[in-house]
């Protein structure tokens, strides 16, 4: 995650940029909030799934909201995390099988478009059945199933306590992320300046709804130029 934020900052630098913002949910959330940790030329960052975790006042006296995000949490451990587990142990031997077979590829992100979007549980109630096909394909003609993968276990052996962003921080929390991550996990992570609650969508925000996206981006931007 360091390396991918020095490269987009690298990059910026080399386009000339001197002032810029910068976006991310999923593990984008990870390198936008590590770019913003960098202090580097950018001037604020906006997530789609932040980085939070339960406080101790909400694992001892939990709002409605919490006992929400705690019990999604819970579920998610016990149920959605197989993959994770894969990736961040033995994404090599996983690789074997996806870069085999299209159909096997197919099924490992389909299954999460499934799970993960705001849907119904049907992934056709957002997405056109090319878009899917899509962004499936793209990681099987590059042949990077396994290289995608091997994010998480290069990743997750090294993550630990980080210092707080204090780079003004917007956040559009969409109702069908799979991680519920209430303001108040936020606030000790990110100075927060922005926060707006989004009517649907799920983990897959700017794919499932780009106009809704766009339009929390641009005022978020608008007040930090």
Not at 106 to 116: D, H
Not at 125 to 136: A, P
């Amino acid at each position: 995650v360091e390396r991918i934020a020095r490269a987009w900052e690298t990059l910026m630098g080399r386009l000339g940029y001197q002032r810029y913002g910068a976006q991310g949910g999923d593990w984008g959330a990870a390198v936008t909030t590590q770019i913003g940790r960098n202090r580097g030329h950018c001037a604020a960052i906006h997530l789609n799934m932040p980085i939070g975790r339960p406080t101790p006042g909400a694992l001892k006296n939990p709002t409605e909201e919490e006992q929400r995000a705690l019990a999604a949490l819970a579920e998610h451990r016990r149920w959605g995390t197989g993959y994770s587990k894969q990736q961040s142990t033995r994404p090599q031997t996983l690789g074997y099988g996806l870069a085999d077979s299209p159909v096997g590829q197919l099924a490992w992100i389909v299954e999460k478009f499934w799970a993960w979007m705001d849907c119904d549980g049907n992934p056709e109630n957002v997405l056109s059945r090319d878009e899917l096909l899509d962004n499936v394909t793209v990681y099987w003609v590059t042949g990077t199933a396994t290289s995608s993968a091997r994010l998480y276990w290069e990743s997750f052996r090294v993550w630990g306590e980080l210092d707080r962003v204090e780079l003004p921080t917007g956040v559009a929390a969409f109702p069908g992320e799979l991680l519920k991550t209430p303001r108040s996990w936020c606030e000790p992570v990110y100075n927060i300046t922005h926060w707006t609650a989004m009517p649907r969508g799920g983990h897959f925000a700017a794919f499932e709804q780009p106009e809704l996206f766009v339009e929390d981006l641009r005022a978020f931007f608008a007040t930090v130029r």
